[in-house]
Structures are given as C-alpha cells and as structure tokens.
C-alpha cells in the first residue's frame, strides 16, 4: 500500500478517495475543456448505456460527478455519526440522482447541436425580393434574396410570367435545382 495511505482503510477514508478521485477528473475535463483538449462531443469516450434515444448513463462526465456526490455525502455523513447503512444509502441515492441529472443535461445539449447548413430547400413557399432582375417568360435568370433560417441567403430565379424588376417582393414557389428557383409575384399568389 503506498505510503500516503492510511494503514486502516475506513469507510469514511473510502468516501474521501471517491471524492477526491471524482473531483480531479471533473476538474481535468474543465481545464481541458478551457483549452482546447474538448471539441465539447458530450458522447465521446463515453458508454451509451440504453442504446440511441437513451440517456448516456455510463460517461465520464456522469461516473466522475457520482463519483464526487457519493463521495462528499458519504464522507459528512460519517462525520456526522449517521450509522453505517444510513450514510451508505445517503450516498448511493445522491450520487445516482447527480448521475441521471448529468445524463439528462447531456442528452438535451445534444439536442441543441446543429450544423449550422443552411437548406435551400426550405425557400419553398417563402416570401423573398428580386435582387437583380428576373426576364419574363423563363428568358434568364436573376438573383433573389429570401430569409430561411433565420439567415437571408441569394439565390438564382427565374419566372414564367411578367418580367421581375429589382425590389419586387415575389414568393418562391418551386426549387428547380440546388440553389436555382421559380419565383412569382407576390400579388399573383393567394
């Protein structure tokens, strides 16, 4: 046994090391977090415990912080004088209520991630404005703006109808090909 053991391993020793050993990896994961050692994949390394759409019960975020809690509440419960079972129960209760509570936080920051791509497929339907000029009966090609996820993107347009000058509002009624557009005015549709 090393040297900066006890020679007698306690109950209450056992909690502190729990403790201790569950607060340094929280800490390690913080600082690496701080410095670039994460890209803040909250699945990686980590043991998917129920399969897709489950919660990640079995990460190191989640083993670290019951780690800590059953440590720190096992350990002041023995300090206390709570009996033996009592501050083992406490222990355990706490540290599986901070595991779940750690599953579910990373479970809904999965869901917040997105990609951040915009879809040009989702133009469809909305209401955008000539940018540069639209020949009439599908003579050429012009520029419309159009806001689609909350960003205005340009694209290329083209009518079947009258010719669309700069600054009409015109709703996009079909995508031809990526990034290419049949628009109408605005006043032609219902």
Excluded at 89 to 112: C, E, F, W, Y
Excluded at 123 to 143: E, F, H, N, W
Excluded at 170 to 181: D, H, S
């Amino acid at each position: 046994m090393p040297d900066w053991l006890p020679k007698e391993l306690t109950l209450q020793t056992g909690y502190a090391l729990c403790a201790g050993l569950g607060i340094v990896v929280v800490v390690l994961q913080l600082l690496l977090g701080l410095f670039g050692g994460d890209d803040g994949d909250p699945s990686d390394g980590d043991f998917d415990f129920e399969g897709d759409g489950g919660l990640d019960v079995l990460t190191v975020r989640g083993i670290a912080s019951f780690l800590t809690v059953f440590g720190l509440v096992g350990w002041i419960g023995t300090l206390e004088g709570w009996p033996r079972p009592v501050s083992l129960i406490a222990a355990l209760v706490s540290g599986i209520l901070v595991l779940l509570s750690v599953a579910l936080i990373l479970r809904m920051q999965r869901r917040l991630s997105s990609t951040g791509t915009v879809v040009a497929s989702r133009a469809v339907g909305s209401v955008g404005r000539v940018y540069l000029r639209i020949p009439a009966a599908k003579g050429g090609v012009g520029k419309v703006t159009v806001e689609i996820q909350g960003r205005t993107a340009e694209y290329s347009a083209f009518t079947k109808g009258r010719e669309l000058t700069t600054g009409t509002d015109v709703r996009v009624v079909r995508m031809t090909t990526p990034g290419t557009f049949e628009v109408a005015p605005l006043e032609e549709n219902p």
